[in-house]
């Protein structure tokens, strides 16, 4: 069934690449950070970051440690708000919106340590994701009337949630604690609730750490894919490799600055961010 | 015919599932079978006790296991709107007892006789209580909205100082008696409130204001059924009276029981255990937490002060600002904390386990002892006391230490607890945060 799946996904993506797909990166970006700026007492985490991600693509975010790649998430999502500068978000000014606000809007995110909910099971987990859920409302989650409607959104949403779950191979694990997970795991089921709540785009902080070659093949092929059908991301990756082969255009933010952004070509071989960056040692 | 045998049997099906739908039929008939056990064990000791204390007729016995019955009942509500706060949705909530006052005064001083001792509004008592499960739902409300957005620390703080802000107010000289708008009201300050009487005492006499000596003069048609049976059973019109209140109050707690299963196993529900997580992945995942946490604290609060109501209304009922002291909200929490947080089941155990066992059993075991052995020689220290087991009795049921040995029964109990089991008896059952079962899938593949 996997397997299907899989081979389904590389062929649909082979087929896309022969269309001419440029109609949706004429648009304007679907996400513009200008001048963000945030500082934890001595440390200014980022400084002045301005960049733009066009819909569609799959921009990669890269930089040494300390860069201020995760904090730039956290000032777009909302877990914090900006000392200055401003995030606009598919023409929306979202600076300083709280997350569950921005997550509406339809920007969501993942997390660079997995954020399970250790004590729900990993299908709980799943369910919890999608949006506007009928049975989130008070009223209709208590009174008689609403019981029938309530559980045949649980069934579809079930439904989702046992397709996400078998595309990430985490099908097996449906029914166990999400704190039981391997670290890989949690990365995946994290990645699996993302994918349920259908948001325009989606943030993903290291979303292959601690996954396994096979799966982050897979992974890609399927970010690849979503980003065919108009799915936006942003992916912040140490994996040169899979920057360089799927992520275009690349941006490198060093100590809180945009050091360089542009196609990953061109980033390989600037000069300042080799140094920056790669600290001088690179290979070819 | 055949409609009927439908309804029988939807509701035998309601019996087993009363999660209704996909709920899990074993673990829901295993809860029942606890429950059950427990209830049974419960009677049988208390049973034991009275027959072993100053046996005075089947009366008598049926009178005390009443008195653990109510206790048990109310334990078994607060604990299950404890839950809905703290172990689904992890608010803590100090302020439980102020909750409940709100509740019980509003009542009071809706239904209360505008001529009474304490005046109320004269309102139907319906009106009283709806009115005060609303006023603590308000209250509840208000409380969170300012410090849910801070950490949940500031919560408890807040809800702490809220409970004994109120507790003062009740009982303080300004608000025993005040006129608003040509209405005189009041709280009664430190005196007792004497409050309306219960709709078991408007349903079995004509006068059910008057007294109760008086009012059994006059009892209705279900009043005259009613005297008939505590003749056979030796009991007196009060202590009849007060047994069938306490099992009418089966039908709120069962109703108690049932919402907030529905909520438990709601998507509702799964917002709520997400946010007592880790709030940040609720949020992130477009979840409007704060939204979420007032709703379910304001709707624990006015649960709370529903079931102080309920309380209060049994017997004389009469209102007293010393029920409401800040003890009360940590005898809340150790029933929810024995039961196991997070589990309505648990919670139900947890209510009968501390109300019975520690809140009653002592007062039991002391009425057994001053029976079976002289303790009438009551020492001063309990250096004195131990020079025989029968001065150490004495010493230890004494009036005043047997407060002070229930404290300490709670105290090795929850000691043995964190040590043992640190999720409480049945912390680990928590039902499923879905309305549809989960880990099995409808068309498996083969």
């Known amino acids: ?284 | 015919m055949s409609r009927l045998s439908v309804w029988l049997r939807r509701g035998l099906r309601a019996l087993r599932h009363p999660l209704g739908g996909d709920g899990d039929a074993d673990g829901a008939r295993s809860d029942l079978v606890l429950v059950g056990g427990l209830v049974v064990g419960v009677y049988a000791l208390f049973t034991v006790m009275a027959l072993l204390g100053p046996f005075d007729g089947v009366g008598n016995v049926l009178s005390q296991l009443e008195t653990v019955t109510l206790l048990v009942l109310v334990y078994v509500m607060l604990a299950l709107a404890l839950n809905l706060q703290w172990g689904y949705a992890g608010l803590l909530n100090l302020g439980v007892a102020g909750f409940m006052a709100i509740g019980a005064y509003t009542m009071a001083m809706l239904s209360a006789a505008p001529d009474a001792t304490v005046p109320g509004l004269g309102l139907p008592l319906v009106v009283g209580i709806v009115g005060g499960f609303l006023a603590a739902t308000l209250f509840g409300a208000l409380t969170a909205l300012p410090a849910i957005r801070l950490r949940a620390d500031y919560l408890a703080i807040v809800t702490l100082a809220f409970s004994e802000i109120i507790r003062l107010v009740v009982r303080s000289e300004a608000a025993s008696e005040f006129t608003i708008a040509g209405q005189r009201l009041g709280t009664g300050g430190a005196n007792t409130f004497p409050l309306p009487p219960n709709p078991v005492k408007v349903l079995l006499y004509e006068n059910p204001s008057e007294p109760l000596v008086a009012a059994v003069d006059s009892p209705t048609v279900a009043g005259d059924l009613m005297l008939e049976i505590a003749d056979v059973f030796n009991l007196s019109a009060s202590q009849a009276e007060n047994i069938l209140y306490t099992l009418l109050l089966l039908i709120p707690v069962g109703a108690f029981y049932l919402l907030l299963t529905r909520i438990g196993n709601s998507p509702f529900g799964r917002v709520l255990r997400a946010i007592r997580e880790d709030e940040l992945v609720a949020g992130s995942l477009g979840k409007n937490t704060r939204r979420f946490k007032i709703t379910t604290f304001a709707v624990g609060c006015g649960l709370m002060g529903l079931a102080a109501i309920l309380w209060q209304l049994q017997g004389q009922g009469r209102l007293s600002p010393g029920t409401f002291e800040p003890e009360l909200t940590f005898f809340v929490f150790v029933a929810l904390i024995l039961g196991g947080s997070g589990s309505n089941t648990g919670s139900v155990v947890g209510g009968i386990v501390f109300a019975a066992v520690l809140l009653e059993g002592p007062r039991a075991l002391k009425r057994v002892v001053d029976e079976n052995f002289d303790v009438s020689a009551d020492p001063d220290t309990i250096i004195e006391a131990s020079q025989g087991v029968e001065p150490l009795f004495a010493y230890l049921l004494s009036d005043s230490s047997i407060e002070a040995l229930r404290f300490i029964m709670l105290g090795v109990v929850l000691v043995y607890l964190m040590q043992r089991q640190p999720q409480g008896l049945l912390g680990h059952r928590r039902g499923q945060a879905a309305t549809v079962s989960l880990p099995t899938r409808e068309e498996e593949e083969p």
Request: with cysteine.
């Open chain 1, 1 to 284: 069934m996997t397997a299907t799946q899989s081979t389904e996904a590389t062929r649909e993506r082979e087929g896309e690449s022969d269309d001419p797909s440029e109609g949706t990166t004429t648009a304007g970006p679907i996400l513009a950070v200008e001048q963000l700026r945030k500082g934890f007492g001595g440390i200014q985490a980022v400084d002045g970051a301005t960049f733009e991600v066009a819909p569609g693509s799959i921009t990669g975010l890269i930089g040494p440690n300390g860069a201020g790649k995760s904090t730039t998430f956290d000032l777009i999502t909302g877990v914090y708000s900006p000392d200055s500068g401003r995030v606009r978000f598919d023409g929306t000014d979202i600076t300083g919106w709280r997350p569950d606000r921005v997550a509406r809007r339809g920007l969501v995110r993942s997390f660079q340590i997995a954020r399970e909910l250790a004590g729900m099971t990993v299908m709980e987990n799943v369910m919890l994701a999608p949006p506007d859920q009928l049975g989130e409302r008070f009223w209709p989650a208590v009174l008689p009337g609403f019981r029938g409607r309530v559980a045949e959104q649980e069934r579809e949403l079930r439904e989702r949630a046992w397709e996400t779950l078998e595309f990430l191979e985490l099908d097996d694990l449906a029914g166990e604690r999400a704190g039981a997970l391997s670290g890989g795991q949690r990365k995946l089921l994290e990645l699996a609730r993302v994918l349920m709540t259908e948001p325009e785009m989606i943030l993903l902080d290291e979303p292959m750490a601690g996954v396994n070659p096979t799966l982050e093949r897979k992974l890609l092929d399927r970010l690849q894919e979503l980003s065919d059908h108009g799915y936006t991301f942003l992916l912040v990756e140490h994996d040169m490799d899979v920057v360089m082969e799927h992520c275009d255009p690349v941006i490198v933010l060093h100590q809180g600055e945009v050091l360089a952004q542009g196609p990953p070509a061109a980033i390989k071989s600037n000069e300042r961010v080799l140094e920056a960056y790669l600290g001088g040692e690179v290979e070819a």
